[in-house]
Structures are given as C-alpha cells and as structure tokens.
C-alpha cells in the first residue's frame, strides 16, 4: 500500500520567504509526527499531533514554524521568513491507533535556505 | 532514559549473515528495544521491535538477551539494499512516549 508521501522533496528558498512543506500519511494513520534532521545529526522532534486531541507543539524551535492537520489526514507545516539555521532534511511520520509504537516515515523534504 | 551503544561501524559480504549489537544495562522493566535503519537519503524505516522473547519479521530477526542487557539484529542474507544505518533504539509502550530520538547507530557496509 500506499506509503508516507512528502512534498516536494527538494526546496530551494531564498533567506526570508514562507515556505510550506506537506505530508499525505498512511490512510488511516490517526498520529502523525514532524522532525526535522540535520546534515550528521539525529531526528530533532518539532509537532506530533493525534486524533482530534490538541497537537503537542513542544518541539518547534520558535514561533516561525507553525503546523496544521486538516481533517485528521494530510498536514502541512509552515516556516515563515527562513532562515539559513532551518536547512534541514524534515521528516514526517505517522502511525495506527492499533500499532501506536511503530512510525512509517516519509522521505523527507530537504530544505536549502540560501 | 535508558542508553544504548551500537558500534559506530560494521562491514559485511552480500548474501551473508549479519549481526548487529547492540547493548543497553540500564533498561528497565517496561523497555521495548526498537530498531530502526535509515538508508541513504531516505527516512527512517521501523525494522523490528521486542520486549523478553526473540522475533522474527520479513526483515529481520532480534535476539533478546536473557537479561535483556544486550540485544542482536540479524539480517539473514545481506543485501546491497541493507546498506544503512542502524539505530536501537529503547521505548516504552503505549504510545505516551511518541517523539523519537536516535543515538549515532551503526553504519552497516555490505560489500558485493
């Protein structure tokens, strides 16, 4: 089936502009989850949201990233005026409410801010 | 919570066994043991999990120590694909403990 999709899956954004990444999860996946990877580094945690529950949004490193979840599905998360510290390969996950301990991953959108 | 240490790096031959360690002394009682890998330029991939007893899945077996101090990933037959990184990981279950965090794992070279 189906897996994580992400798009695009290259971003190239000037120093300044708003860009917008998306995530399709699995169909019927009811968490999903936002990281963000740094060239050499491990997975940094930004959003996890989960059903209709309010996100936990204790992972966004200010108040220039924000995320959405319509409908329980797809999400797209938003940085505004980037900055050259946001390049970064970002990650998303989801996982079923029957198997809440195992996250399916995208392939990740690798954002250059020039 | 509870460490793991994995050997930075391990080199294998295509189609043999390989043996990934992995050792975690301080886990606790309620500590499942995770592994994930990440092929280049891709997103993490969930290869198996287990808490007391050995596992098997299409991908993999996980050998769990007795005292559940240390832990083994085998890959039967190795692949060009099985190039990646390896990441152990310990969790608890239920899901409350949801944001993933991977040490550097180790880098697993399968030669042709």
């Known amino acids: 089936g189906a897996g994580v999709s992400q798009s695009p899956s290259n971003k190239v954004t000037e120093k300044g502009k708003d860009v917008e990444l998306r995530c399709d999860p699995i169909?019927?996946?009811?968490?999903l989850y936002w990281y963000r990877q740094s060239l050499g580094q491990g997975l940094e945690f930004l959003i996890y949201?989960?059903?209709?529950?309010?996100?936990?949004k204790s992972g966004l490193p200010s108040d220039r990233f924000s995320a959405e979840r319509t409908g329980g599905s797809v999400s797209t998360l938003t940085i505004q005026r980037t900055q050259q510290e946001d390049s970064a390969v970002y990650l998303c996950a989801s996982s079923s409410s029957t198997a809440v301990d195992i996250q399916y991953f995208g392939a990740g959108t690798r954002l250059s801010v020039l | 919570d509870a460490k793991t240490t994995q050997p930075n790096s391990m080199e294998s031959n295509e189609e043999e066994p390989v043996h990934l360690p992995c050792n975690h002394s301080?886990?606790?009682?309620?500590?499942?043991i995770h592994w994930y890998r990440q092929l280049p330029s891709q997103g993490p991939e969930y290869v198996i999990h287990?808490?007391?007893s050995n596992v098997n899945n299409r991908m993999a077996s996980l050998a769990i120590a007795e005292d559940r101090k240390s832990s083994t990933l085998i890959l039967h037959r190795a692949t060009l694909r099985d190039a990646a990184v390896y990441y152990c990981i310990l969790r608890k279950s239920g899901g409350s403990n949801y944001k993933l965090t991977f040490g550097k794992g180790t880098l697993l070279t399968v030669n042709p």
């Open positions: 169909s019927g996946h009811t968490a």
């Open positions: 287990g808490l007391t």
């Open positions: 949201f989960q059903g209709n529950s309010a996100p936990d």
């Open positions: 301080t886990i606790s009682g309620t500590d499942y």
